[in-house]
Protein backbone atom coordinates (compact mmCIF):
# COMPACT_ATOMS: atom_id res chain seq x y z
CA UNK A 1 0.00 0.00 0.00
CA UNK A 2 3.03 2.18 1.14
CA UNK A 3 4.74 1.76 -2.05
CA UNK A 4 2.30 2.40 -4.12
CA UNK A 5 1.34 5.39 -2.73
CA UNK A 6 5.16 6.50 -3.15
CA UNK A 7 5.21 5.65 -6.84
CA UNK A 8 2.16 7.35 -7.47
CA UNK A 9 3.32 10.27 -6.14
CA UNK A 10 6.70 10.39 -7.92
CA UNK A 11 4.79 9.76 -10.76
CA UNK A 12 4.84 12.94 -13.27
CA UNK A 13 3.32 12.94 -16.69
CA UNK A 14 5.20 14.41 -19.68
CA UNK A 15 3.87 17.89 -19.36
CA UNK A 16 4.55 17.84 -15.64
CA UNK A 17 8.41 17.08 -16.43
CA UNK A 18 8.44 19.66 -19.23
CA UNK A 19 7.48 22.17 -16.84
CA UNK A 20 9.68 21.61 -13.91
CA UNK A 21 12.58 21.76 -16.71
CA UNK A 22 11.62 25.16 -17.72
CA UNK A 23 11.46 25.93 -14.12
CA UNK A 24 14.78 25.05 -13.57
CA UNK A 25 16.01 26.78 -16.09
CA UNK A 26 15.03 29.75 -15.51
CA UNK A 27 15.88 29.83 -12.19
CA UNK A 28 19.50 29.07 -13.33
CA UNK A 29 19.39 32.03 -15.50
CA UNK A 30 18.30 34.40 -12.77
CA UNK A 31 21.12 33.24 -11.28
CA UNK A 32 23.56 33.85 -13.93
CA UNK A 33 22.14 36.79 -14.84
CA UNK A 34 24.40 39.29 -12.43
CA UNK A 35 27.51 37.49 -13.94
CA UNK A 36 26.40 37.85 -17.20
CA UNK A 37 25.17 41.59 -17.11
CA UNK A 38 28.63 43.05 -17.65
CA UNK A 39 29.62 41.15 -20.55
CA UNK A 40 26.50 41.98 -22.67
CA UNK A 41 25.84 45.71 -21.52
CA UNK A 42 29.25 47.86 -21.76
CA UNK A 43 29.66 50.70 -19.40
CA UNK A 44 30.63 54.19 -19.96
CA UNK A 45 34.54 54.86 -18.44
CA UNK A 46 34.44 57.84 -16.27
CA UNK A 47 37.25 60.32 -16.78
CA UNK A 48 38.88 61.03 -13.59
CA UNK A 49 41.95 63.64 -14.84
CA UNK A 50 38.97 66.67 -15.11
CA UNK A 51 38.30 66.26 -12.05
CA UNK A 52 41.45 66.15 -10.28
CA UNK A 53 42.72 68.69 -12.08
CA UNK A 54 39.78 71.08 -10.51
CA UNK A 55 40.61 69.61 -6.63
CA UNK A 56 44.94 70.96 -7.49
CA UNK A 57 43.38 74.59 -8.79
CA UNK A 58 41.36 74.60 -5.34
CA UNK A 59 44.26 73.83 -3.19
CA UNK A 60 46.54 76.67 -5.04
CA UNK A 61 43.94 78.63 -4.43
CA UNK A 62 43.45 78.02 -1.22
CA UNK A 63 47.04 78.38 -0.20
CA UNK A 64 47.46 81.73 -1.83
CA UNK A 65 44.06 82.92 0.23
CA UNK A 66 45.76 81.92 3.35
CA UNK A 67 48.92 83.73 2.85
CA UNK A 68 47.42 86.87 1.65
CA UNK A 69 44.56 86.53 4.73
CA UNK A 70 44.24 89.67 6.98
CA UNK A 71 43.52 88.98 10.66
CA UNK A 72 40.58 90.68 12.35
CA UNK A 73 40.47 91.51 16.39
CA UNK A 74 37.07 92.06 17.52
CA UNK A 75 36.41 93.91 21.16
CA UNK A 76 32.87 91.97 22.41
CA UNK A 77 32.49 95.28 24.82
CA UNK A 78 33.27 98.28 22.13
CA UNK A 79 31.34 95.70 19.56
CA UNK A 80 34.16 97.25 16.28
CA UNK A 81 36.36 95.09 14.28
CA UNK A 82 39.74 96.41 13.98
CA UNK A 83 41.43 95.43 10.97
CA UNK A 84 45.32 94.60 11.44
CA UNK A 85 47.89 94.44 8.13
CA UNK A 86 49.07 91.11 7.50
CA UNK A 87 53.31 91.24 8.54
CA UNK A 88 54.56 91.60 5.05
CA UNK A 89 52.51 94.38 4.07
CA UNK A 90 53.27 96.19 7.43
CA UNK A 91 56.47 96.07 7.67
CA UNK A 92 57.00 97.02 3.96
CA UNK A 93 56.02 100.98 5.25
CA UNK A 94 56.85 101.30 8.88
CA UNK A 95 56.73 105.13 9.41
CA UNK A 96 59.45 105.68 11.93
CA UNK A 97 58.53 108.31 14.78
CA UNK A 98 59.35 110.19 18.35
CA UNK A 99 58.32 108.61 21.35
CA UNK A 100 56.92 111.37 24.03
CA UNK A 101 54.91 111.15 26.97
CA UNK A 102 50.84 111.63 25.67
CA UNK A 103 46.94 111.27 26.51
CA UNK A 104 45.57 109.45 23.24
CA UNK A 105 42.34 110.85 24.48
CA UNK A 106 43.83 114.62 24.53
CA UNK A 107 46.74 113.86 21.43
CA UNK A 108 46.21 116.22 18.44
CA UNK A 109 46.73 115.02 14.87
CA UNK A 110 49.98 116.37 15.07
CA UNK A 111 51.03 114.11 18.16
CA UNK A 112 49.82 111.08 16.44
CA UNK A 113 52.13 112.15 13.23
CA UNK A 114 54.71 112.65 15.36
CA UNK A 115 54.74 109.37 17.24
CA UNK A 116 54.89 107.79 13.64
CA UNK A 117 51.18 106.62 13.52
CA UNK A 118 49.89 106.30 9.56
CA UNK A 119 47.35 109.20 8.74
CA UNK A 120 44.80 106.19 7.88
CA UNK A 121 44.99 105.57 11.46
CA UNK A 122 45.14 108.74 12.76
CA UNK A 123 41.79 109.18 10.95
CA UNK A 124 40.46 106.58 12.67
CA UNK A 125 41.39 107.84 16.41
CA UNK A 126 40.33 111.07 15.42
CA UNK A 127 36.60 109.93 14.86
CA UNK A 128 36.01 107.09 17.64
CA UNK A 129 36.83 110.12 19.94
CA UNK A 130 34.69 112.12 17.94
CA UNK A 131 31.73 109.84 18.22
CA UNK A 132 32.10 110.08 21.90
CA UNK A 133 34.88 107.19 22.41
CA UNK A 134 37.37 107.35 25.24
CA UNK A 135 40.54 105.58 26.38
CA UNK A 136 40.30 104.41 29.85
CA UNK A 137 43.50 102.60 29.97
CA UNK A 138 46.92 102.65 27.89
CA UNK A 139 46.09 98.95 27.09
CA UNK A 140 42.57 100.36 25.07
CA UNK A 141 45.02 101.41 22.44
CA UNK A 142 45.34 97.35 21.06
CA UNK A 143 41.65 98.08 20.08
CA UNK A 144 42.81 100.98 17.23
CA UNK A 145 41.38 99.34 13.73
CA UNK A 146 45.06 99.67 12.00
CA UNK A 147 47.35 99.85 15.43
CA UNK A 148 49.71 96.91 14.81
CA UNK A 149 50.76 94.61 17.81
CA UNK A 150 54.33 96.14 17.72
CA UNK A 151 53.45 100.30 17.79
CA UNK A 152 50.94 99.14 20.53
CA UNK A 153 54.00 97.63 22.62
CA UNK A 154 56.21 100.70 21.52
CA UNK A 155 53.87 103.24 22.88
CA UNK A 156 52.25 101.92 25.66
CA UNK A 157 55.25 103.15 28.17
CA UNK A 158 54.40 106.46 27.24
CA UNK A 159 50.76 106.53 27.70
CA UNK A 160 49.46 108.41 30.79
CA UNK A 161 45.91 108.45 30.72
CA UNK A 162 44.73 111.89 32.86
CA UNK A 163 40.95 110.54 35.41
CA UNK A 164 38.23 111.62 33.85
CA UNK A 165 36.50 114.72 35.94
CA UNK A 166 32.75 113.71 36.86
CA UNK A 167 30.69 116.45 35.90
CA UNK A 168 29.66 118.50 39.16
CA UNK A 169 26.39 119.34 39.89
CA UNK A 170 25.88 123.54 39.62
CA UNK A 171 22.60 123.36 41.06
CA UNK A 172 22.37 124.04 44.50
CA UNK A 173 21.23 121.26 46.20
CA UNK A 174 17.12 121.73 47.08
CA UNK A 175 16.04 120.95 50.30
CA UNK A 176 12.57 119.43 51.12
CA UNK A 177 10.35 119.51 53.56
CA UNK A 178 9.19 116.16 55.12
CA UNK A 179 5.19 115.94 53.83
CA UNK A 180 2.88 113.75 56.32
CA UNK A 181 0.27 112.57 54.67
CA UNK A 182 -3.04 111.88 56.73
CA UNK A 183 -4.22 108.24 56.33
CA UNK A 184 -7.63 108.32 55.06
CA UNK A 185 -9.72 106.68 57.54
CA UNK A 186 -12.12 104.06 56.07
CA UNK A 187 -15.86 104.80 56.60
CA UNK A 188 -17.93 101.81 55.63
CA UNK A 189 -20.77 102.67 53.11
CA UNK A 190 -24.83 102.70 54.92
CA UNK A 191 -27.32 101.10 52.50
CA UNK A 192 -30.67 102.39 52.99
CA UNK A 193 -33.03 99.43 52.70
CA UNK A 194 -35.54 101.06 51.07
CA UNK A 195 -34.07 103.02 48.18
CA UNK A 196 -31.06 100.88 47.71
CA UNK A 197 -30.51 98.92 44.17
CA UNK A 198 -28.82 95.84 43.68
CA UNK A 199 -25.08 97.53 43.39
CA UNK A 200 -25.50 98.90 46.69
CA UNK A 201 -26.40 95.54 48.69
CA UNK A 202 -23.55 93.66 46.31
CA UNK A 203 -21.23 95.70 48.38
CA UNK A 204 -22.08 94.49 51.26
CA UNK A 205 -19.69 92.14 52.71
CA UNK A 206 -21.00 88.46 51.72
CA UNK A 207 -24.14 89.25 49.33
CA UNK A 208 -23.47 88.49 45.63
CA UNK A 209 -25.89 89.13 43.19
CA UNK A 210 -28.22 86.51 43.78
CA UNK A 211 -28.70 87.44 47.44
CA UNK A 212 -28.88 91.02 46.37
CA UNK A 213 -31.41 90.76 43.88
CA UNK A 214 -33.71 88.34 46.96
CA UNK A 215 -33.23 91.44 49.08
CA UNK A 216 -34.92 93.73 46.25
CA UNK A 217 -37.61 91.15 45.11
CA UNK A 218 -38.82 90.15 49.16
CA UNK A 219 -38.93 94.35 49.63
CA UNK A 220 -41.41 94.86 46.88
CA UNK A 221 -43.61 91.76 47.56
CA UNK A 222 -43.80 93.39 50.84
CA UNK A 223 -43.99 96.83 49.99
CA UNK A 224 -41.38 97.95 51.44
CA UNK A 225 -39.44 97.43 55.49
CA UNK A 226 -40.30 99.27 58.08
CA UNK A 227 -37.63 97.54 60.46
CA UNK A 228 -33.65 96.53 59.57
CA UNK A 229 -34.46 93.21 60.79
CA UNK A 230 -36.85 91.92 58.15
CA UNK A 231 -33.65 91.71 55.73
CA UNK A 232 -32.93 88.50 58.06
CA UNK A 233 -35.90 87.12 56.74
CA UNK A 234 -34.50 87.34 52.86
CA UNK A 235 -34.42 83.46 51.67
CA UNK A 236 -30.99 82.09 51.26
CA UNK A 237 -29.64 84.63 53.75
CA UNK A 238 -27.32 83.20 56.06
CA UNK A 239 -27.97 84.88 59.81
CA UNK A 240 -24.08 84.83 60.16
CA UNK A 241 -24.17 87.04 57.04
CA UNK A 242 -26.97 89.25 58.20
CA UNK A 243 -25.15 90.04 61.71
CA UNK A 244 -22.19 91.34 59.19
CA UNK A 245 -24.00 93.60 57.56
CA UNK A 246 -26.66 94.30 60.20
CA UNK A 247 -24.78 97.83 61.33
CA UNK A 248 -24.07 98.69 57.42
CA UNK A 249 -28.02 98.93 57.20
CA UNK A 250 -30.59 101.62 57.36
CA UNK A 251 -34.13 102.28 57.07
CA UNK A 252 -35.54 105.84 55.77
CA UNK A 253 -39.11 107.37 56.87
CA UNK A 254 -40.37 105.92 53.60
CA UNK A 255 -44.12 105.17 53.52
CA UNK A 256 -44.67 101.08 53.16
CA UNK A 257 -47.06 100.10 50.39
CA UNK A 258 -50.69 98.97 52.80
CA UNK A 259 -53.42 96.92 52.11
CA UNK A 260 -56.86 97.92 52.58
CA UNK A 261 -58.82 94.85 53.97
CA UNK A 262 -62.05 95.61 53.36
CA UNK A 263 -61.40 96.21 49.46
CA UNK A 264 -58.42 93.56 48.64
CA UNK A 265 -59.37 90.95 46.88
CA UNK A 266 -57.77 87.34 47.39
CA UNK A 267 -55.21 86.97 44.77
CA UNK A 268 -54.08 90.89 46.08
CA UNK A 269 -54.13 89.57 50.13
CA UNK A 270 -52.47 86.09 49.27
CA UNK A 271 -49.35 87.73 47.26
CA UNK A 272 -48.14 89.29 50.31
CA UNK A 273 -45.42 87.20 52.17
CA UNK A 274 -46.64 87.43 55.61
CA UNK A 275 -50.52 86.33 54.37
CA UNK A 276 -50.54 83.63 52.19
CA UNK A 277 -53.35 81.90 51.17
CA UNK A 278 -54.65 80.16 54.23
CA UNK A 279 -55.15 83.80 55.92
CA UNK A 280 -55.67 85.84 53.11
CA UNK A 281 -59.19 83.15 52.67
CA UNK A 282 -59.95 83.41 55.98
CA UNK A 283 -60.14 87.52 55.88
CA UNK A 284 -62.14 87.37 53.09
CA UNK A 285 -64.50 84.48 54.37
CA UNK A 286 -64.84 87.00 57.86
CA UNK A 287 -65.17 90.30 55.87
CA UNK A 288 -68.45 88.30 54.09
CA UNK A 289 -69.48 86.80 56.97
CA UNK A 290 -69.63 89.99 59.31
CA UNK A 291 -68.99 93.04 56.78
CA UNK A 292 -66.00 95.11 56.56
CA UNK A 293 -63.31 95.37 59.44
CA UNK A 294 -64.05 98.68 61.65
CA UNK A 295 -60.13 98.65 62.30
CA UNK A 296 -57.13 96.65 61.65
CA UNK A 297 -56.85 95.38 65.18
CA UNK A 298 -60.29 93.27 63.82
CA UNK A 299 -58.24 90.37 62.16
CA UNK A 300 -57.48 89.09 65.26
CA UNK A 301 -60.27 87.85 65.77
CA UNK A 302 -59.79 85.42 63.13
CA UNK A 303 -58.26 82.43 64.82
CA UNK A 304 -55.64 81.23 62.02
CA UNK A 305 -53.89 85.38 62.81
CA UNK A 306 -51.69 84.86 65.77
CA UNK A 307 -50.09 87.67 67.64
CA UNK A 308 -46.47 86.82 65.93
CA UNK A 309 -48.85 86.95 62.06
CA UNK A 310 -50.42 90.08 63.51
CA UNK A 311 -47.25 91.90 64.41
CA UNK A 312 -45.43 91.10 61.36
CA UNK A 313 -48.22 92.15 59.16
CA UNK A 314 -50.34 95.13 60.70
CA UNK A 315 -48.10 97.74 59.56
CA UNK A 316 -48.94 96.72 55.67
CA UNK A 317 -52.89 96.81 56.26
CA UNK A 318 -55.53 99.19 56.43
CA UNK A 319 -59.53 100.06 56.48
CA UNK A 320 -59.86 102.95 54.33
Same mark, same amino acid.
Given at each position: ??????? &???????????????????????????????? *??? &???????????????????????????????????????????????????????????????? =???????????????????????????????????????????????????????????????????????????????? /?????? *???????????????????????? =????????????? &???? /??????????? *?????????????????????????????????????? *??????????????????????????????????????
Amino acid at each position: MLKHFVS &QYFNFSKKERRGTIALLLLILLFMLLPFLYPL *IIK &QKQTEHSAFEKEIASLKLKQQDSSNNSRSNNFDENNYQNYYQPSEKNYYKNQPKGELFYFDPNT =ASADDWKRLGIRDKTISTIQNYLSKGGHFYKPEDISKIWGLHEDEVQRLLPYIKIAAKEKAQNNYAEKTYEPKTFDKPKY /TPSVVD *INAGDTAAFIALPGIGSKLSQRII =AFRDKLGGFYKVE &QIGE /TFGLPDSTFQK *IKTRLSISNAGIKQLNINTATLDELKAHPYLRYNIANA *IIQYRSQHGNFASVNDIKKIMLVTDDVFNKVSPYLKVN
